[in-house]
């Protein structure tokens, strides 16, 4: 028998230190093998948002186009009210957006036949830490083009 009364002994709970360097290292190497996952998710994200407002941008160019029979090149500091009306950033505010975009003539073309709208990445104007390594710049044009300066033909898909 114990020399110890009942109410007196103490019976030890927890964890130890090894099963807690386990358990910290496990995490550890999931976190590792998921983090990458995680940002590339969230530059598709951006990517798309910006496809999107490309597209909506477009639409707002065809019907000027249609009541004014030319289109609008616009940019984050334009002057011009009609260019004022275009929103030159993809997401909900310039601070919250990945891609900055303007819209100017077609490369071979002058803009009262082609605009073309392009979204860049993390300039200062929009979340200047954001890259889109694999596609880049992205490009839509009033003809139907649909490409990106980066080396990924599958940025529009």
Do not use: K
């Not at 007196?8 to 358990?23: D, S, W």
């Not at 940019?75 to 009609?82: I, L, R, V």
């Not at 392009?118 to 490009?139: F, S």
Request: contains cysteine; proline residues 4%; hydrophobic residues 35%.
């Amino acid at each position: 028998m114990s020399a110890r009364p009942a109410c007196l002994r103490v019976q030890a709970h927890g964890f130890t230190v090894t099963e807690v360097l386990v358990a910290v290292a496990i995490c550890g190497i999931v976190g590792a093998l998921a983090y990458p996952n995680l940002q590339e998710h969230m530059v598709r994200a951006r990517r798309t948002e910006a496809q999107g407002a490309l597209q909506r941008l477009m639409q707002q160019e065809e019907r000027y186009f249609t009541l004014h029979n030319r289109y609008v090149a616009f940019a984050p500091d334009s002057t011009d009210d009609d260019a004022r009306r275009f929103r030159w950033w993809s997401g909900t505010s310039p601070e919250r957006s990945g891609y900055e975009i303007a819209g100017e003539a077609c490369d071979d073309r002058p803009l009262d036949e082609c605009v073309q709208l392009v979204a860049t990445p993390g300039t200062r104007r929009v979340d200047v830490h954001y890259r889109d390594r694999q596609c880049g710049r992205l490009i839509l044009t009033s003809t139907g083009e649909r490409r990106a300066s980066g080396s990924d033909p599958r940025c529009w898909r």
